[in-house]
T-cell receptor
Framework: AQKITQTQPGMFVQEKEAVTLDCTYD???????LFWYKQPSSGEMIFLIY??????QNATEGRYSLNFQKARKSANLVISASQLGDSAMYFCAMTGYGNKLVFGAGTILRVKS | SQTIHQWPATLVQPVGSPLSLECTVE??????LYWYRQAAGRGLQLLFYSVGIGQISSEVPQNLSASRPQDRQFILSSKKLLLSDSGFYLCAWSMGARSPLHFGNGTRLTVT
């Protein structure tokens, strides 16, 4: 069974600095996808970035990048130049050969001015 | 473009009452559909998913059920709500296991 672990319940970062949110995963599948979502206090789930298990390059989307280390089974999210609007809950998730997306427990990020 | 509609946004129901939450997707065909539940301050728990009309997979045994009467319609139901059914319910769709899930705005259910 697939499992996602996010060990940081909460993180603080100073505005304009970079922050890394940790995510490790466990799966026996060879082909899988890794996702990061942002959930503001309004509750909506916003897709941020995707990394496929066979992708050789780390995924990037604007200020978001995914530090994918396959041997370590980690898929950390890096947010550069943090903004106050980045304050939210962040979820790491994965899917394998099935059609299910399994989520981690999430990390609350607070950006300080 | 594709859109997903989920309603109602909030719902307060007494214990023992029935439940029906509806979700519809526009702008795509044969999507995978999902129901997730999120307890306050917690992660998302997959309840049901469907890869086609009439095809429902249940992930967690409970007093909830799901149905997909049409290609782009997904319904979450209960005959008798429990206090433990309170939570934030999210409907989502995707076009496959490697595609991101796109979520509705959610329904905040409070069972009293």
């Amino acid at each position: 069974a697939q499992k996602i672990t996010q060990t940081q319940p909460g993180m603080f970062v100073q505005e304009k600095e970079a922050v890394t949110l940790d995510c490790t995963y466990d799966t026996s599948d060879q082909s899988y996808g890794l996702f990061w979502y942002k959930q503001p206090s309004s509750g909506e789930m916003i897709f941020l970035i995707y990394q496929g298990s066979y992708d050789e390059q780390n995924a990037t989307e604007g200020r978001y990048s995914l530090n994918f280390q396959k041997a370590r089974k980690s898929a950390n999210l890096v947010i550069s130049a943090s903004q106050l609007g980045d304050s939210a809950m962040y979820f790491c998730a994965m899917t394998g050969y099935g059609n299910k997306l399994v989520f981690g427990a999430g990390t609350i990020l607070r950006v300080k001015s | 473009s594709q859109t997903i509609h989920q309603w109602p946004a909030t719902l307060v129901q007494p214990v023992g009452s029935p439940l029906s939450l509806e979700c519809t997707v526009e702008g795509t065909s044969n999507p995978n559909l999902y129901w997730y539940r999120q307890a306050a301050g917690r992660g998302l728990q997959l309840l049901f998913y469907s890869v086609g009309i009439g095809q429902i997979s249940s992930e967690v045994p409970q007093n909830l059920s799901a149905s997909r009467p049409q290609d782009r319609q997904f319904i979450l139901s209960s005959k008798k709500l429990l206090l433990s059914d309170s939570g934030f319910y999210l409907c989502a769709w995707s076009m496959g296991a490697r595609s991101p899930l796109h979520f509705g705005n959610g329904t905040r259910l409070t069972v009293t």
